[in-house]
């Protein structure tokens, strides 16, 4: 399995503070993404990284910020969490090999209430 | 924006059956993948499609992609238990580093 860790695993918080979500990875990987998971949704891209300090928009970025000053580490963060960002974020990576297979973290519940 | 359509969303079959899910994509692309998720877990990848004509099996799934008509099947053969849970696809843009995910199928096979 991908080295990839997720943390918080799960995560209480309440509207209005902010809240930091951290990916790791062991696997030297270029690629990183923030995902979020909505029933009815799927997966949505949330922002993604193509290097140390490389970041873009994904889809759905409103709200949140991301930040890469390592190749392991990939964070997001909710300023100023809403209810509606209460959600399942998925970190995923990914190589330049291939076919860019992305490979999950385990995922970090967050419920803002 | 790429737009990818699974049918069905649901899906109830009975162990032994056959079935097909079905990935509709909207703008040209030539890396499909297929992920399987169980309930409270992660994504698993599945298949990696990344060409025209591409077929891929393991086990009693296989995987297909034809770019022209921008379609990936997934084809569920003697369906069995352990086969319940929801499937992705997910495409990638020819260029460019984003993916793309369907809303997903939800498996369940029936004993």
């Known amino acids: 399995d991908a080295g990839i860790t997720q943390s918080p695993r799960h995560k209480v918080t309440e509207t209005g503070t902010p809240v930091t979500l951290r990916c790791h990875q062991t696997?030297?990987?270029?690629?990183m993404y923030w995902y979020r998971q909505d029933p009815g949704h799927g997966l949505r891209l949330i922002h993604y990284s193509y290097g140390v300090k490389d970041t873009d928009k994904g889809e759905v970025s409103d709200g949140y910020s991301v930040s890469r000053s390592k190749t392991e580490d990939f964070l997001l963060t909710l300023e100023s969490a809403t209810s509606s960002q209460t959600s399942v974020y998925f970190c995923a990576i990914s190589g330049m090999a291939g076919g860019k297979e992305q490979f999950f973290g385990p995922g970090t519940r967050l419920t803002v209430l | 924006e790429l737009k990818v359509e699974q049918n069905p969303l649901f899906l109830s079959m009975q162990e032994g059956k056959n079935y097909t899910i079905y990935c509709n994509y909207s703008t040209t692309s030539d890396r499909l993948y297929w992920y399987r998720q169980d309930p409270g877990k992660s994504l698993e990848s599945l298949f990696v499609l990344l060409s025209n004509g591409a077929v891929k099996q393991e086990g009693r799934l296989m995987a297909s992609l034809d770019t022209k008509a921008r379609l990936s099947t997934l084809h569920i053969t003697a369906a069995v238990h352990d086969l319940s849970a929801t499937y992705f696809c997910?495409?990638?843009?020819?260029?460019?580093?984003?993916?793309?995910f369907g809303t997903g199928t939800s498996l369940t096979v029936i004993p």
């Open positions: 696997e030297n990987h270029r690629y």
């Open positions: 997910a495409v990638a843009l020819v260029t460019g580093n984003q993916f793309y």
